[in-house]
């Protein structure tokens, strides 16, 4: 399978091994990885091996792609050690532009968990 990649782009870097990072899972189509920065116990990142800059990119073609990293999501936030839902459970961000607080421009979805209290709200 062929993924377009952006030579500038830091996880499109990291998902060609190009710079390291903490694989948590992979696929032909998608890498997981634990966040650099983590703002929860757990705190990882799923991500298109493919560039696309934001969820404001995403056609009808991504349907099945993005549907696969919502099936990921829980199943690998069991894996790094969040508990069971409803006692345990995850939260899902996907940052989107400048407002939407994103700072690296290829698509990422935000994976977070365990003991709390770790975030906002
Ligand atoms: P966002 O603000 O949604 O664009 O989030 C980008 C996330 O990528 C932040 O939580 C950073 O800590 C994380 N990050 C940046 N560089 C790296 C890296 N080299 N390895 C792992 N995570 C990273």
């Known amino acids: 399978m062929s993924h377009t990649h952006d030579a500038d782009c ?11 990072s903490r694989k948590v899972y992979e696929d032909e189509e998608l890498y ?6 983590p703002w929860a116990p757990v ?3 799923i991500v298109p091996k493919t560039h696309i800059a934001s969820m ?4 009808s073609e991504h349907e099945r792609l993005m549907g ?9 936030a069991l ?3 969040c508990k069971p839902y409803p006692e345990g459970g995850f939260r899902v961000v996907v ?9 690296v ?9 365990g003991p709390r209290p770790w975030a906002r709200g």
């Open 79 to 81: 894996e790094q050690g």
């Open 10 to 20: 830091i996880f499109c870097k990291i998902v060609a091994g190009q710079i390291p």
């Open 56 to 59: 404001a990119q995403l056609g």
């Open 105 to 113: 421009p290829h698509l990422h979805v935000h994976v977070m968990g």
């Open 43 to 45: 705190h990882f990142l």
């Open 95 to 103: 940052n989107t532009g400048a407002e939407g607080g994103q700072e």
């Open 32 to 37: 997981a990885f634990h966040d650099i920065a």
């Open 68 to 76: 696969r990293i919502m099936l990921l999501a829980p199943r690998l």
